[in-house]
């Protein structure tokens, strides 16, 4: 499996970015896919995930992030969005996205999941 994070940069406070999660290899009926964040000194934190299913999929998301960010996903493109909207100073970190089989979503640290993209850095200015 492979992850090829991309889409950070450099926002003002209020704006928006969209990360893309392209993603190869996953062969599960059910897995998950993950944003999770790490700003400076601070641990790994779970910022998003989609559980994917043949049943339908599933949305979950930090407290911080609920009514601001949107996790989505293009079959097609075998690609996964991070759309954030909203962005505070505090969203400041790198960026990762991450996979697992599914059902259960790991929040936490993401020790969890087996594969991980190669981060994206976002800085949000004041």
């Known amino acids: 499996v492979q992850l090829q994070a991309s889409g950070g940069g450099l926002v003002q406070a209020g704006g928006s970015l969209r990360l893309s999660c392209a993603a190869s290899?996953?062969?599960?009926?059910?897995?998950?896919m993950g944003w999770f964040r790490q700003a400076p000194g601070r641990e790994r934190e779970f910022v998003a995930a989609?559980?994917?299913?043949?049943?339908?999929?599933?949305?979950f998301y930090a407290d911080s992030v609920k009514d601001r960010f949107t996790i989505s996903r293009d079959n097609a493109k075998n690609t996964v969005y991070l759309q954030m909207n909203n962005l505070k100073p505090e969203d400041t970190a790198v960026y990762y996205c991450?996979?697992?089989?599914?059902?259960?979503?790991?929040?936490?640290?993401?020790?969890?999941?087996?594969?991980w993209g190669q981060g994206t850095l976002v800085t949000v200015s004041s």
């Open positions: 991450a996979t697992k089989p599914g059902p259960t979503v790991a929040r936490g640290t993401g020790s969890g999941y087996d594969y």
């Open positions: 290899g996953r062969t599960f009926s059910s897995y998950v």
């Open positions: 989609r559980v994917i299913s043949w049943s339908g999929d599933s949305t």
